[in-house]
């Protein structure tokens, strides 16, 4: 059972479009959300967070809005670039208890920006 | 400073075999995770620790799975016997302290890609 959902296996945009990443989950405990972002025989790379008190977290080009009625948050990428292109995961944690730490991730959209 | 070190990066072994993989985390970091990452499931957690202790063993699939971190600078998983559906890239990560690991900076390692024929 997935607790946390990328329905879109890939996405294809114009170098200077705007990318945006979708995330859907299930468990209403979870609290805070994380993208990361993976490069072919890499391993991924945390990009950008958000708590669950907030509904928005912005750093430079990269955008991640939370709509915790919705279960749901999304990356925005403005403006997308052709080094962008990568999968990127969604992850999703709850604190306290024995699940502290534990990160439930998605399956992960791949992004292809074409110049 | 270096990264978190896995290796092998690559193996391919036939079903029944013993596989190992292997894991140096970040120097200092207290707390390691071992995902696996298959293209219909994408990245699951297997298992983690905590200053050496196995914390959460849940997401380790059967019996034939298990890790072991013997000190702070090392931790292996194996799979006895390996079998076909095995087949997937292993990733391990470490986290500074319990504050790293709420804002999410777990540093992976590049991955063991495992090909059990």
């Known amino acids: 059972d997935q607790q946390v959902k990328q329905n879109s296996p890939s996405l294809s945009v114009q170098e200077g479009r705007i990318s945006i990443l979708n995330c859907d989950y299930t468990n209403s405990m979870f609290d805070y959300f994380l993208w990361y972002k993976k490069y072919p025989a890499e391993g991924p790379t945390f990009l950008i967070s958000?708590?669950?008190?907030?509904d928005k977290n912005e750093d430079g080009r990269f955008t991640v809005f939370l709509n915790k009625s919705a279960k749901h948050l999304s990356l925005h990428i403005v403006p997308s670039q052709p080094g962008d292109s990568a999968v990127y995961f969604c992850?999703?944690?709850?604190?306290?208890?024995?699940?502290?730490?534990?990160?439930?991730f998605g399956q992960g959209t791949i992004l292809t920006v074409h110049p | 400073d270096a990264g978190v070190i896995q290796s092998p990066r690559h193996e391919v072994t036939e079903m029944g075999q013993e596989v190992t993989l292997r894991c140096k985390p970040i120097s200092g970091h207290d707390y390691l995770f071992w995902y696996r990452q298959t293209m219909m499931r994408g990245l699951e957690l297997l298992i983690y620790?905590?200053?050496?202790?196995?914390?959460?063993d849940s997401g380790m699939p059967e019996d034939r799975f298990s890790a072991k971190m013997p000190n702070a600078s090392f931790s292996t998983l194996k799979i006895q016997p390996s079998e076909p559906r095995d087949s997937a890239v292993y990733f391990c990560a470490s986290s500074l302290d319990p504050s790293g690991v709420a804002t999410g900076e777990l540093f992976f390692g590049e991955g063991s890609r495992l090909t059990v024929l």
């Open positions: 992850a999703a944690s709850s604190d306290g208890g024995t699940s502290y730490g534990k990160l439930t």
């Open positions: 620790f905590n200053n050496n202790v196995p914390i959460d």
């Open positions: 958000i708590s669950s008190i907030k």
